[in-house]
């Protein structure tokens, strides 16, 4: 290879010799630019280090608004709206961002506060950890969600608590099926400075799923006419 590329530079400028080593060296000339990684690597460890508060705030909205475009996509390709209405409902990506942004604060703290009270990775620890997300951070995290969401989509007080009885355990019932599993690997096998990381990757395909929840109307007229019936 070194060969070619010394008939190609000789060919180009016949004027420099062969052996000159500024030609032909595989290595970098030593007055080359500096290698930018160390800054990255600095940056890198004031948002998770420093700023690890500001990165989980800004990362949870900005995933929370990617998940809402997803799932306004699947909204129209499920109703075969797609080529009809090629935008989005920015206010409501907007909404959903927000609900986002005052979630991610949430969440920092309660999982600050649960390594404090539980240290370490064994597996008692893990499924403790795993219990009170279930139980505690889990409720929170989707009352919070859909009043938050409904109160800044227009909705009243009443509505938003309506939408919670039509919802809550729709979603909850999801949480069970997603989140013991994925925070088993989370608290057992992930360095503490990346589980934001894999976290919000997760977060970002359930957002998916939280949005399409919480706009689809047909789920609620199904879950209010299969409670018509059971009345009856």
């Keep these: 290879m070194r060969k070619i590329v010394q008939f190609v530079v000789q060919r180009i ?4 010799p062969k052996g000159d080593k500024r030609f032909y060296s595989s290595s970098a000339p030593k007055n080359s630019p500096p290698d930018d990684t160390p800054a990255l690597r600095r940056i890198w460890k004031l948002m998770f280090g420093k700023y690890l508060l500001v990165t989980n705030t800004v990362s949870s909205g900005g995933l929370m608004m990617l998940g809402d475009v997803v799932a306004q996509e699947l909204e129209k390709r499920r109703h075969g709206t797609a080529l009809t209405q090629p935008g989005y409902d920015w206010y409501r990506i907007g909404c959903m961002t927000l609900v986002g942004i005052s979630q991610g604060p949430l969440h920092h703290y309660l999982y600050k ?9 064994s597996v008692s620890t893990v499924f403790k950890k795993i219990g009170i997300d279930q139980f505690v951070i889990s409720p929170i995290f989707i009352v919070t969600y859909l009043y938050s969401a409904g109160l800044l989509e227009g909705s009243s007080v009443r509505e938003c608590t309506d939408e919670i009885k039509d919802k809550y355990w729709t979603i909850y019932t999801a949480d069970w099926l997603v989140w013991p599993p994925t925070q088993f690997i989370n608290f057992y096998f992930i360095n503490p400075k990346y589980r934001v990381l894999y976290i919000n990757a997760i977060t970002m ?21 299969s409670d018509d019936v059971k009345k009856d």
């Design 13 to 16: 400028n016949p004027r420099i």
């Design 113 to 121: 506060w649960m390594d404090r009270i539980l240290p370490g990775a």
């Design 205 to 225: 395909l359930y957002n998916v799923f939280l949005c399409y929840i919480k706009h689809n109307e047909d789920l609620r007229i199904n879950l209010v006419g």
